[in-house]
């Protein structure tokens, strides 16, 4: 079974700049998360989908960035404009059906904002 | 305000040794789960404690969850260099479905 897939795996921009990472999750999974992981910290979730319905987006600076999940399968994630303390790991997470389920973590995208 | 505190934040030690990794909060958790993390990856799941007192192995990993759900422990026999990696706990709060990470502890383990 594929795991789920994230890309770029690197990524660096200036600040003020857009950037947009892409999940494709684990087939099947209706769960979809993008946590935050900031260096020398453990992960924050940023939003989860249901399917293509937005569950928890609470934690998102929704000012500065932007999810969407068309389809109920893969899912962006968007920063713009990007400021320097954006620079972190983001990762992309799925379920089968929803928290109470295991999650399955990407290998994440590391940005650096300069 | 960290609602999981993870101890050590860091341990370096040698191949054959015994340790400990400690997450401990004020909350009561319904849950616990254990990660390991190694760099360039994301966490992949070790273990989920859910009963208050509940004892799991796993190989040499032993994992404890506390009789009121608010601390866990893990605890590691031999420790081989295959074990270096980012232990993570996390849990969703009592009521809640959303995971609550800790910090971490960085384990590296030294031939």
């Known amino acids: 079974e594929a795991g789920v897939a994230q890309s770029p795996r690197y990524k660096i921009i200036e600040k003020r700049q857009s950037v947009a990472f892409w999940c494709n999750p684990i087939s099947g999974h209706a769960t979809l998360y993008w946590y935050q992981q900031i260096l020398g910290q453990g992960p924050k979730l940023l939003i989860q989908f249901q399917n293509n319905g937005v569950v928890d987006d609470s934690q998102l600076p929704k000012d500065r960035f932007s999810a969407e999940r068309l389809k109920g399968v893969d899912s962006t994630l968007k920063i713009q404009p990007a400021k320097l303390e954006d620079s972190a790991v983001y990762l992309c997470?799925?379920?089968?059906?929803?928290?109470?389920?295991?999650?399955?973590f990407g290998p994440g995208t590391r940005l650096l904002v300069l | 305000t960290q609602l999981l505190e993870q101890s050590p934040q860091f341990l370096s030690i040698q191949e054959g040794e015994n340790l400990t990794v400690y997450c401990n909060s004020s909350s009561v958790f319904s849950s616990l789960q254990w990660y390991r993390q190694e760099p360039g990856e994301g966490p992949v799941l070790l273990v989920t404690?859910?009963?208050?007192?509940e004892v799991k192995k796993l190989k040499r990993l032993t994992f404890q969850f506390g009789d009121a759900r608010k601390d866990s422990s893990l605890h590691i026999t031999a420790a081989q260099p295959g074990d270096t990696g980012l232990y993570l706990c996390a849990g969703p709060l009592l009521g809640s479905y959303q995971l609550t990470f800790g910090k971490g502890t960085k384990l590296s383990v030294i031939p």
């Open positions: 997470a799925s379920s089968l059906r929803d928290p109470r389920g295991t999650q399955y």
């Open positions: 404690v859910v009963t208050g007192g």
